[in-house]
């Protein structure tokens, strides 16, 4: 099986007082071409995760292995970054001074192509993410989401073989982050980039196809997303009203629903899920 990220033992930490483990001996494996999600409160180490697959940053111990790579043992890991991972961060981080293709031709300018050929490169790009005929524009001329296409379009100019997206939806209404994470499917289904995005949003989780959850720095549960309904379950049995029912009693304020004769099944259920 052919993997393209390996963590062994990963530990972040911060302070050099009341110290902050912002991740405690993660072990993670993502095989080559997955699509998956990175999910959890604030503070449970979902972005310090990313930065450190992405080289951004670096562990206190442990190990990143990424694309075959010992990632400590990298001596140039901006040209690491640059052939191997590419970034979809939820401010788009664009040049506003640039139009569309201009922002998507950034990144190539450090190869060795002609003006030519970036010029095609990042038209054949925006082609991919559904925005040809806006590659003329500003980014204050596109909406939320266009401009998070145009990102999009950019991490993906040097064909990473690893896309990493923190929250790539955090600003977006529901319909323009549904239509970002269709466009991310269909580049993982279409170019076979690897995926990972950090997510707190359940909804958003429930886009991909294996669901990696942190708490307090640790994984919790890593498992592929079997049945979004199944998803939904398991969301409303972490929920104070799943727990409380799980535990046998229906709060006060919607006992006139009727839950109590309804109990024993709703327990069975969540006691499955």
Same mark, same amino acid.
Request: proline fraction near 4%; aromatic fraction near 2%; avoid cysteine.
């Given at each position: ?18 110290e =902050? ?22 503070g449970?180490?979902?972005s ?5 697959l ?20 990298v001596r140039?890991l ?81 064909? %990473?073989r ?16 549904a ?23 359940p ?8 669901? =990696? ?10 498992? %592929?997303?079997?049945? %979004? ?7 409303f ?11 046998g ?25």
């Amino acid at each position: 099986m052919d993997w393209i990220v390996e963590t062994r033992e990963l530990t972040k930490v911060y302070g050099d007082g009341a110290e =902050v483990r912002a991740l405690d001996g993660v072990n993670l494996t993502v095989q080559e071409g997955e699509f998956l999600a990175v999910m959890g409160p604030s503070g449970s180490g979902k972005s310090t995760l990313l930065n450190l697959l992405g080289a951004l940053d670096r562990p206190t111990s442990g190990e990143v292995h990424v694309a075959g790579e010992r990632l400590a043992e990298v001596r140039n890991l901006d040209r690491f970054r640059s052939r191997t991972v590419g970034f979809v961060f939820q401010l788009h981080n664009l040049i506003p001074t640039l139009t569309s293709r201009e922002n998507v031709e950034v990144p190539l300018r450090a190869g060795h192509l002609s003006r030519r050929a970036r010029r095609e490169r990042a038209e054949a790009l925006l082609t991919l993410v559904g925005l040809a005929e806006r590659a003329d524009h500003l980014p204050a001329q596109l909406s939320g989401g266009e401009r998070q296409r145009v990102a999009i379009a950019r991490a993906l100019a040097n064909e %990473p073989r690893l896309l990493l997206a923190d929250e790539p939806t955090g600003n977006l209404d529901s319909t323009s982050g549904a239509e970002v994470m269709a466009m991310l499917r269909k580049l993982n289904q279409e170019q076979g980039t690897t995926v990972l995005v950090v997510t707190h949003d359940p909804a958003v989780a429930r886009s991909t196809d294996r669901i =990696v959850a942190l708490h307090d720095g640790r994984i919790v549960r890593d498992e %592929p997303l079997e049945n %979004p309904y199944l998803e939904d379950l398991r969301e409303f049995r972490s929920s104070a009203l799943g727990q409380a029912l799980l535990e046998g009693r229906v709060p006060q304020e919607i006992q006139e629903l009727g839950l109590q004769s309804l109990l024993p099944g709703i327990q069975s259920v969540l006691a499955r899920v």
